[in-house]
């Protein structure tokens, strides 16, 4: 137990590092500096991104929709971040973290544009009509080859996020955790497996999710676009729904619950000495789990954004950062609120809850009159959105592999059986170690994409320019 313990506290030594100022001052910064350097494009363009992200491109190039490939860059950041981690950044960080978080992600929307446009700009195809891009092509390609050790250090990172970190453990932890809560939540139904004790619900939930894994990752990106196009939007507006319901049964709170995130993100509720170190920790927690949500500037989205049917990186752009926009600034604003007005925050507080089980409480407590059709939709949510965060992720992290193999599909189909077998085994580990693995290599992702953004910003600009241009030229449709 010790030694689990010393373990724990050096993760989570490296992770106060990793998250220390630099990098949020990096995120944060690379945001308002690519905001400033498009004229705030992300709000004056939102609606066409909007139009665009249901419109596919007539004549485009690639091997999924434009719609195909914004939705499985959401299957793979409206997943848990969404549910459990908004709830594990207000427990950890105040209120105020959820202030931070939307934040990070209206700057964080031009950051998405950008990753999006570099994608299809600095893409490469590759045999049989498949489409390879994302940070380790446009540090390659557009930064030069002298940077080619950094692109690789980015598709290493990958790799490592999506075997062992954002992409399988803590989707499939959150998905058996919630499956418990509904179906077991007294834990009477175990059996003995590696030396504990666990529910059948967490066992039948580890297979069930690893079969249909497998089933669908051997198709490729074809198989995952066609699922998640149809399973992200229909799980996103039901989730939405229910939130909206749950805010108009408590909508007497609302102004308390927007007060208290204002007060804590500002560090206004704690004693004058710790001011500076509360507004500190809802920084550090809200830009880091935004970032765990929407993974703006993380680097990963572009990999699928390369793949879209498309001539025009700037198009794809657009449509790139209404997934930010749908993913924190809507969803996560939802969970964050949804916490507050429920009496979940309080409560958690008070007991010791923590993810999962804070939001589970939020829908149970929050629909008082039938607190089972809010745990039921939570389940169900969570699952489906794991569940797709599961998939995507599979696909970032081969074609990550793929790079760094130079084309070698052998590896990559080990790679696969390794990420399904990750599946398996999930939700036998402990939460806490696996979120904060997941946080240390978020941030080593962060690091090479962020200065590749920057050091392209030129770039950016100038194809920005040229399409705005031509659309007012009429020399290319709308």
């Avoid at 950008?114 to 045999?127: D, I, M, N, Q, T």
């Avoid at 699922?227 to 939405?240: D, L, Q």
């Avoid at 969803?331 to 007005?341: D, K, Q, R, Y």
């Amino acid at each position: 137990m010790d030694k689990f313990t010393s373990f724990t506290s050096f993760l989570e030594w490296i992770d106060g590092i990793v998250w220390g100022v630099p990098l949020i001052v990096l995120i944060m910064g690379t945001g308002i500096f690519l905001t400033i350097r498009l004229g705030v494009l992300q709000f004056r363009h939102l609606p066409r991104a909007l139009k665009y992200m249901v419109k596919n491109e007539e004549d485009g190039i690639g091997e999924v929709t434009s719609f195909g490939a914004l939705c499985t860059a959401m299957a793979a950041t409206v997943g848990t971040g969404n549910i459990v981690g908004v709830a594990t950044a207000v427990i950890a960080g105040g209120p105020g973290a959820l202030f931070w978080m939307v934040l990070a992600a209206c700057f964080g929307m031009a950051t998405k544009y950008s990753e999006g446009l570099l994608a299809v700009k600095f893409r490469v195809e590759k045999e049989g009509g498949r489409f390879l891009g994302g940070p380790f092509y446009y540090i390659e390609n557009g930064m030069g080859q002298k940077w080619k050790w950094l692109a690789k250090l980015f598709a290493i990172f990958a790799c490592g996020a999506g075997l062992l970190g954002i992409g399988t453990i803590t989707q499939v932890n959150g998905i058996a955790s919630a499956t418990k809560n509904f179906f077991d939540p007294n834990n009477q139904h175990t059996v003995h497996l590696f030396g504990a004790d666990y529910s059948w619900a967490i066992v039948i939930t580890a297979i069930v999710v690893a079969v249909l894994t497998a089933l669908v990752v051997i198709g490729g990106i074809q198989r995952i676009a066609s699922v998640t196009t149809i399973v992200v939007p229909f799980m996103a507006i039901a989730y939405v729904i229910i939130c909206v319901a749950i805010l108009i049964a408590n909508a007497d709170k609302i102004g308390w619950a927007i007060t208290e995130i204002f007060a804590g993100a500002f560090g206004l509720r704690a004693a004058a000495g710790g001011a500076l170190g509360a507004l500190m920790i809802a920084m550090q927690k809200g830009v880091a789990r935004g970032i765990f949500s929407n993974e703006s500037g993380l680097g990963s989205a572009p990999i699928a954004a390369a793949a879209a049917q498309t001539k025009e990186p700037v198009r794809q752009g657009l449509v790139s950062m209404t997934g930010t926009f749908i993913d924190t600034v809507i969803i996560c604003s939802m969970t964050g609120l949804t916490i507050m007005v429920s009496g979940a925050y309080d409560f958690s507080v008070a007991n010791g809850l923590e993810g999962v089980d804070v939001t589970a409480f939020a829908f149970g407590n929050g629909l008082a009159w039938n607190p089972q059709i809010g745990a039921a939709v939570l389940m169900v949510a969570l699952a489906f959105f794991a569940f797709t965060t599961i998939l995507g992720w599979d696909y970032y992290a081969e074609r990550s592999l793929e790079y760094l193999a130079n084309g070698n599909m052998k590896a990559v189909t080990v790679f696969r059986w390794l990420y399904i077998l990750a599946v398996l085994i999930g939700p036998f580990l402990t939460v806490s170690a696996v979120w904060t693995i997941a946080d240390i290599l978020n941030a080593c992702m962060a690091a090479p994409n962020l200065i590749a953004l920057l050091a392209l910003s030129g770039v950016i600009v100038k194809e920005t320019k040229s399409y705005f241009d031509r659309l007012n030229k009429g020399e290319i449709k709308s």
